[in-house]
């Protein structure tokens, strides 16, 4: 495969690095471990601004209650801590606002193995103060120049488990949510519906042009439209038990470039989308997490959807993780960026990398693109350093996949020769997942095997000097791409 680079053809377009937006971290409790806390501080390395998490509102974080004669009572004590803890860590909360506390529950049917209650709060007049008592807290205790640098999302993929799964109910609640939280603080970042696989953006677009009882029709406040994608056929899998059936990764650019047309086409037009959630699959027990695999596979979701979203929050941050029941063998297909034993993935090494490709972008010209193999390319605006960011995703469809040699004609370089930097996830390295299976998949790591598996999860990194061709004002590059590969190439202005 070719690819052409030319330096006399950068754009005046920045790299749009959604990357860096933020990540997911299960539940909200999990927090008040010491573990979890001490994971975000490390991945804090990769750029990261914002967190996200579920059952923000519930016994576990113990606001609502009620006294012997049925007053509600708040209390915000753990939540404090959760909140803190997050702040401290250096992070904005895009705080999901769920689910319904137990006391306000029509039915005491729980969901998910850490039980919670996604269903619609039998009295809404209770739940409208008991949101607005949550933000005044928040504006009383971090201020508002902090707090309105947060996102408040409208409840979690309210057409799998909420309500009667319809639009009209979730929108109900919507109403309710985002008019409470405006009522103390217009200021305040509102938005929704946080659906899964994309669905309801032009019913919800529509419901908020078109308002409702609940707001005397007038237009719904909305500040960002929020929805996931997983490429997999399974919806959701509240077990540790399941088959997951991956999907073509292409899946991921059509159904969020839909969304936005839908909201292009409106009077939202402008407001942010951000990808809520997502991975290379939705099984929370999928052993694709853990592969080389899915460090491409990242790469590749960015390289295609950097100018359609205007952030992403990576689902998920660890395998610490209580959805569907704690799991703590070194690789057990969790969602996480690092494993239980703080092994960073092939996963947590592809944002690494991306961070590295920042400044102003260069669209390469392709000749004979290989399915799966692409070319993110930019030059940093302060140091010069031209970034080139390769990867061969292997997509689930695909039979035997042979290596693919990549040439890049890099022109515009007028040196005669130039240092480079290779940093990669190959085979050897960047990738500790395979190395583990060739442990035997040991169940526990003694200090050992654990110190082998941190050092191959470390990408190998090598220097070189290049040389520009005889008689061409051109460099060649050749880099043979093993199946899965990531590889960043950075040339240097000077030696």
């Known amino acids: 495969m070719k690819c052409e680079i030319d330096l006399t053809a950068i754009t005046n377009k920045k790299i749009h690095n959604v990357w860096n937006f933020g990540f997911n971290t299960c539940h909200a409790a999990l927090w008040l471990r010491e573990d979890l806390p001490a994971q975000a501080d490390r991945i804090k390395e990769l750029g990261f601004r914002y967190v996200r998490f579920h059952n923000t509102i519930s016994g576990y974080t113990g606001i609502y209650s ?26 904005y909360p895009f705080w999901e606002i769920s689910y319904c506390p137990e006391l306000l529950a029509p039915k005491k049917q729980k969901f998910l193995y850490y039980e919670c209650y996604n269903v619609e709060p039998v009295d809404f007049k209770r739940w409208d ?23 408040f999302e409208v409840w979690n ?37 946080a659906t899964s696989k994309c669905l309801w953006i032009e019913e919800f677009v529509r419901h908020v042009e078109q308002g409702s009882e609940i707001s005397g029709y007038q237009k719904i406040p909305c500040d960002f439209i929020s929805t996931h994608c997983y490429p997999s056929d399974l919806a959701f899998l509240p077990s540790a038990v399941g088959e997951v059936n991956l999907q073509n990764s292409n899946i991921m650019y059509e159904m969020f470039a839909a969304a936005k047309k839908v909201i292009e086409k409106s009077s939202l037009k402008g407001l942010p989308l951000i990808m809520g959630e997502w991975n ?3 099984g929370p027990l999928a052993m694709n997490h853990d ?18 979203i205007d952030g992403s929050l990576y689902w998920d941050m660890s395998d610490i993780y209580e959805e569907a029941g704690f799991h703590y063998t070194p690789f057990h297909g969790g969602y996480g960026l690092m494993t ?13 990398l991306l961070n590295e490709v920042k400044g102003s972008q260069i669209y390469p010209r392709y ?13 940093n605006d302060e140091t010069k350093c031209l970034n080139i960011l390769l990867y061969y995703y292997v997509e689930p469809d695909e039979d035997c996949p042979q290596a693919c040699d990549v040439e890049i004609i890099l022109k515009g370089l007028e040196k005669a020769c130039v240092s480079s930097k290779t940093t990669a996830v190959t085979d050897e390295s960047g990738s500790a997942y395979e190395w583990w299976i060739k442990m035997g998949k040991p169940d526990f790591l003694n200090l050992e095997k654990l110190e082998f598996l941190m050092k191959k999860s470390r990408m190998e990194q090598n220097r070189q000097v290049r040389f520009r061709e005889k008689d061409r004002n051109e460099y060649r590059i050749h880099e043979l791409l093993q199946p899965s590969d990531v590889k960043l190439i950075q040339i240097y202005p000077g030696i």
Request: proline share 4%; with cysteine.
């Open 66 to 91: 009620e006294d012997s004669e049925g007053n509600p009572v708040y209390s915000f004590d753990k939540l404090d801590r959760i909140m803190d803890r997050v702040l401290a860590a250096g992070y």
């Open 129 to 151: 103060e008991l949101i607005r008592e949550i933000v005044r807290h928040f504006l009383q205790r971090y201020g508002l120049e902090c707090v309105k640098e947060w996102y």
């Open 157 to 193: 993929e309210p057409d799998i488990a909420y309500g009667d799964k319809t639009p009209e109910t979730y929108f109900r609640l919507y109403d309710h949510t985002v008019l409470a939280v405006k009522s103390v603080c217009s200021q305040l970042r509102v938005g929704g519906p």
């Open 280 to 282: 290379s699959s939705a």
């Open 291 to 308: 592969e080389k695999n899915n460090g491409a596979f990242i790469v590749k979701i960015f390289d295609e959807l950097q100018d359609v």
């Open 340 to 352: 239980v034993n703080d092994i960073p993935k092939s996963s947590y090494n592809a944002f690494a």
């Open 367 to 379: 000749e004979e693109r290989k399915n799966g193999v692409g070319v993110l390319a930019a030059v």
